[in-house]
């Protein structure tokens, strides 16, 4: 079938209206008329091909929520008219020890939800950017939240899972002390998560203006990571630092906050590498610097019920389809709070 979509042509050209082909659903399929997608950073760098491998036209968008409108024949688990969401992922290989453990994420045949080899028309995966998209129920998953939240709940696809997986694989809780590096689209959600999980929260920011807004969000403490005497407050304190800033920065700032055996988490995913941290920083303490991708889908599926039971959703601006290029040179600057969803009902204007 042909939709409408918004996507781009080449790394240097604006995104644009485009007309797509998406296949009729197959028996273990899922039909979804998508209402809302959120926009991630790691959207406007695949777009503009700042990391490789972009293939055009590609039409981005991993945060998508909206209900299904059809169902293949030996699909069980979901019916017409259900509220769902797609990540990250669309496809892997199913049979590997990751899939055979629920982390799809770190298969390595997961095919992500734009950019992705496929059978499908053109050869390559098309995103939520879409008034449309069809994936195996394997990776569908179910939204608990009251519909009014659809908009909200967009980025928890991304943000809340990139975030959530993290938290949950290093133990934040009750009588840990866990520190979220930046307040953006995943530091917000950081923020709210682990404070939902009853850990002792502390933000770091740049910016000593942010810090009312970090407090508002769940944190106990906010450090403005530019004052050393605010940083060296902190020193070998916390047992998890989640990173989430999405620029080349200063790593061995934070990795002197750790107390032992403490971990510096990257889920930021700057377009250059950091610079190397300093070895002493690591060997003397036995600290740890880890990454984190993601999640599989059942931890998925866990985050977003976790997040229904909790109440918690993003804090976004809904834009329409003919502000995503404006939506993308703001977000370049920070300019939003904290994270901007696409009304996908303006596709077809």
């Known amino acids: 079938m042909l939709i409408n979509a918004y996507g781009a042509l080449a790394g240097d050209k604006p995104l644009e209206p485009l007309r797509i082909t998406r296949r009729s659903p ?24 700042e990391w490789a491998g972009t293939r055009f036209p590609c039409v981005p968008g991993h945060e998508i929520v909206g209900r299904v409108s059809a169902v293949g024949a030996q699909v069980s688990g979901f019916k017409v008219g259900d509220l769902v969401g797609i990540g990250c992922i669309v496809d892997s290989c199913k049979h590997c020890p990751e899939c055979e453990a629920g982390l799809e994420n770190y298969c390595d045949g997961m095919v992500g939800t734009y950019n992705g080899p496929t059978p499908d028309e053109p050869g390559w995966t098309l995103g939520g950017y879409s008034q449309k998209i069809i994936v195996h129920e394997r ?46 689209g995943l530091g917000h959600m950081g923020i709210k998560l682990a404070h939902a999980m009853g850990a002792h929260v502390v933000a770091f920011t740049t910016s000593d203006s942010k810090r009312e807004a970090a407090r508002a969000l769940g944190a106990n403490e906010v450090v403005v990571s530019r004052n050393a005497e ?120």
Not at 28 to 49: K, M, P, T
Not at 144 to 170: D, F, K, M, N
Not at 301 to 314: K, N, S, T
Request: aromatic fraction near 6%.
């Open 139 to 184: 990776y569908v998953l179910r939204i608990r939240h009251p519909a009014e939240q659809l908009a909200a709940v967009a980025p928890l696809l991304c943000a809340g899972i990139t975030t959530y997986s993290p938290l949950r694989h290093w133990n934040a809780g009750p009588g840990r002390k866990v520190g979220v590096a930046g307040i953006g």
């Open 230 to 349: 605010e940083m060296a407050a902190h020193a070998k304190s916390f047992d998890l630092i989640l990173d989430t800033v999405a620029a080349p920065h200063d790593l061995d700032a934070f990795l002197g906050l750790l107390k032992r055996d403490g971990t510096l988490t990257l889920v930021g995913a700057p377009s250059t590498p950091h610079p190397a941290p300093g070895v002493f920083n690591l060997i003397f303490k036995r600290r740890a610097i880890a990454g984190s991708l993601i999640g599989g889908i059942p931890e998925t599926q866990e985050m977003l019920d976790f997040c229904a039971e909790h109440g918690i959703v993003a804090d976004i601006e809904l834009v329409r389809a003919d502000q995503i290029n404006t939506a993308y040179e703001r977000m370049l600057k920070s300019d939003v709070k904290y994270r901007f969803v696409i009304d996908s009902a303006t596709l077809a204007a």
């Open 26 to 49: 197959g028996a273990h399929d899922v039909q979804i008329d998508i209402a809302y997608c959120g926009i991630c950073h790691s959207d406007l760098h695949q777009v503009r091909a």
